[in-house]
């Protein structure tokens, strides 16, 4: 069953809500010192707006996949890589190179250390996301990139092996608890060598790809649920929303309190109440959160992570600011999504659509003259 684009207008809301979450949180950053802790705490959860963007892109990819394999058949997998690749690299590239220029001539902007040629290769091959060290150096917010890489490699064999929401529900307890399972080893063995579990589990830990991949499965569940599942009522959408949205915040907030171990994975159940809200915004379209400007800033979304990381930081830098915090906080934030909604804008039309229809092209030969939407 072939999708409509005009039916997923959603989706790009949804990644506009994303990246506004990821921005607001690098903003908070910047100037963390000079914030309230709990307004700092609050912003500091915008982290989850990456995983929004995995459940959004399992969900798209999923979509187009089946789209596709109706019309290309054996050469679906080999296409579907060819558009993935070119659809990503030539923007992550450019950015690799820009923020490889900066950190060589200002070595601030990389923590003040040189630049290392191995780690921005490890990011460069998309192998970054199993390399400890490596996995967010250059581009800054690679990790998310190269974890989005290797699910694509997954994608075709889970798209053959799953046929149900049954078996994604399954696959997303078996490899949740496997996650879990994982993490608990690795702290075993860290706190047997006298190693501090919680340093390298900020990081690498938290970002390698065995800890994100259940994430994934969400959006797997939410492509199946939305063929068999739908909401006629309005009212009763809203209600449920508004319900999915306070829980979650509820959670979010107090997690720490609830599992101070930090066992359960916190961004897993966050990922999991975004996606009831996204199957919520399936159904019937919120103006607050699906309009103009979110499905405007989902389109561009892409260039705007990657290009917000420096704007934001010269900003902080060197732009004069007020001094009362919230002033300081929301004149920044205005700063740079204006600057990096400008830049992004002209990187959309000029480097990602110039690699998604470079990406179609190699694949055109074997494709019978169907439209699909570009931006899946």
């Known amino acids: 069953m072939t999708v409509k684009s005009t039916k997923l207008e959603y989706i790009n809301a949804v990644r506009g809500i994303a990246i506004l979450l990821v921005v607001m949180l690098h903003v908070s950053r910047a100037i963390i010192k000079v914030l309230p802790h709990t307004f700092a705490y609050i912003c500091s959860k915008g982290a989850y ?3 929004l963007f995995f459940v959004a892109s399992a969900l798209t990819l999923f979509i187009s996949y089946s789209n596709r394999v109706q019309v290309e058949g054996d050469h679906t997998n080999r296409n579907f890589f060819l558009r993935r690749f070119f659809r990503i690299s030539p923007m992550y590239y450019l950015a690799a ?18 630049l290392v040629i191995w780690k921005v290769l490890a990011n460069v091959f998309y192998v970054n996301g199993v390399i400890p060290g490596a996995i967010n ?8 990139v190269g974890v989005e890489m290797l699910f694509y490699l997954c994608l075709p064999f889970l798209f053959v092996r799953i046929k149900s929401y049954r078996n994604a529900i399954v696959c997303f307890v078996v490899f949740t608890a496997g996650s879990i399972i994982l993490k608990l080893v690795i702290r075993h063995i860290l706190i047997s060598h006298a190693i501090d579990y919680k340093g390298p ?3 690498f830990l938290y970002y390698w790809f065995p800890n994100q991949f259940p994430v994934f499965f969400l959006g797997i569940i939410l492509f199946f649920a939305l063929k068999k599942i739908s909401i006629k009522s309005k009212s009763k959408t809203y209600i449920l929303f508004i319900l999915s949205t306070i829980i979650l915040a509820a959670i979010s907030y107090f997690m720490p309190v609830m599992d101070p171990n ?4 916190e961004h897993i159940i966050v990922a999991i109440f975004f996606s009831i809200n996204i199957f919520l915004l399936a159904q019937h379209p919120l103006i607050l959160f699906n309009n103009q400007i979110t499905r405007f800033l989902g389109e561009i979304s892409f260039s705007l992570y990657l290009v917000h990381f420096i704007i934001v930081y010269v900003l902080a830098d060197y732009c004069p600011l007020p001094n009362e915090p919230f002033a300081k906080y929301f004149t920044l934030l205005l700063l740079t999504l204006t600057i990096s909604v400008s830049i992004a804008k002209f990187t959309y039309h000029f480097v990602e659509l110039r690699g998604i229809r470079f990406g179609s092209k190699l694949t055109k030969s074997r494709l019978p003259n169907v439209k699909f939407t570009s931006s899946l």
Not at 98 to 112: H, K, L, T
Not at 137 to 144: E, I, K, R
Not at 262 to 265: K, L, Y
């Open 49 to 51: 707006g990456v995983q």
């Open 97 to 114: 190179i820009i923020y490889s220029i900066i950190f060589y001539y200002i070595p601030q902007y990389n923590d003040g250390r040189p």
């Open 137 to 144: 150096y250059d581009p800054p917010g690679g990790w998310s």
């Open 201 to 203: 589990e900020t990081w």
């Open 262 to 265: 930090f066992i359960v994975p």
